[in-house]
């Protein structure tokens, strides 16, 4: 199993499509979050899913995401999971791989605010203030902590492609991949 961090915008979807094309099979914790959100009327805007899932660490612990999103693992050596945000995720998603490894993905808050708003997701934000209310609220969470823990980081701060090959050869070369893209 791998658990992918990083900030907001930083490429841990790319990531996760890289893998997916080399067999993985992905899972989105952000997308268990935004199910549970509108299962629950929650508004598809950032600062309020935000507010909705820190609501429901405080009820149900922080490693709720984890627990709500392993639901759905069907083969922990080939699953890719995206948005771990805190250390006591990691520690649940521990049993269901021995050593799951946690890759990090980095890039600048200039860099991951272009990026989001080229994404245009309908929940994300708009503004660099709004960026920074997300990074803070999201390390209030533990993200730095799981960030300087990762088993591998990779760098994103150059084109498309070449993050796409940064992470192929992470994938192929420390996970036993082989390299169909």
């Given amino acids: 199993m791998i658990v992918v961090t990083g900030m907001p915008g930083a490429g841990k979807d790319e990531f996760v499509k890289v893998a997916r094309s080399l067999g993985f099979i992905d899972l989105h914790m952000g997308n268990t979050v935004r199910e549970f959100a509108k299962n629950a009327g929650i508004p598809e805007i950032d600062h309020e899913i935000g507010n909705f899932a820190t609501s429901e660490r405080k009820k149900y612990g922080m490693d709720i995401w984890a627990v709500r999103t392993a639901q759905k693992i069907t083969d922990d050596g080939r699953t890719v999971i995206d948005g771990l945000r805190n250390y006591e995720e990691l520690q649940y998603f521990s049993k269901f791989s021995e050593n799951p490894y946690v890759v990090a993905?980095?890039?600048?808050?200039?860099?991951?605010?272009?990026?989001?708003?080229?994404?245009?997701?309908?929940?994300?934000?708009?503004?660099?203030?709004?960026?920074?209310?997300?990074?803070?609220?999201?390390?209030?969470?533990?993200?730095?902590?799981?960030?300087?823990?990762?088993?591998?980081?990779?760098?994103?701060?150059?084109?498309?492609?070449?993050?796409?090959?940064?992470?192929?050869?992470?994938?192929?070369?420390?996970?036993?991949?082989?390299?169909?893209?």
Avoid: Q
């Fill in 105 to 181: 993905i980095f890039a600048s808050r200039k860099d991951r605010f272009s990026r989001i708003l080229k994404r245009d997701r309908p929940d994300d934000i708009r503004t660099m203030e709004e960026l920074i209310e997300r990074d803070t609220r999201e390390l209030s969470w533990g993200i730095g902590n799981v960030i300087a823990l990762a088993d591998y980081m990779i760098v994103n701060d150059d084109t498309l492609e070449t993050f796409h090959a940064r992470c192929r050869k992470l994938l192929t070369e420390k996970f036993s991949i082989s390299n169909k893209i």
